[in-house]
């Protein structure tokens, strides 16, 4: 049968969760538009990515 080695006291036992927390999201400011962005995405106001632009990004107008 399986048996704990020994009684873990409720301070030992509650303090394995003491350092889980959420972080903040890490920001970087886009080189092309100067809004904050996500590092290594393309950036969602203007599209760009590593100097070029990946998507394009904006207003369109639906033909009818």
């Given at each position: 049968?399986?048996?704990?080695?020994g009684k873990?006291?409720?301070?030992?036992?509650?303090s394995r969760?003491?350092?889980?927390?959420?972080?903040?999201?890490?920001?970087?400011?886009?080189?092309?538009c100067h809004?904050?962005?996500?590092?290594?995405?393309?950036?969602?106001?203007?599209?760009?990515?590593?100097?070029?632009?990946?998507?394009?990004?904006?207003?369109?107008?639906?033909?009818?």
């Open positions: 049968m399986i048996a704990p080695k873990i006291s409720k301070a030992r036992r509650n969760k003491a350092n889980w927390k959420m972080t903040t999201p890490s920001l970087v400011e886009c080189p092309h809004e904050l962005k996500a590092p290594h995405v393309v950036c969602k106001k203007c599209g760009y990515y590593n100097g070029e632009q990946k998507i394009k990004v904006g207003k369109e107008k639906k033909e009818a």
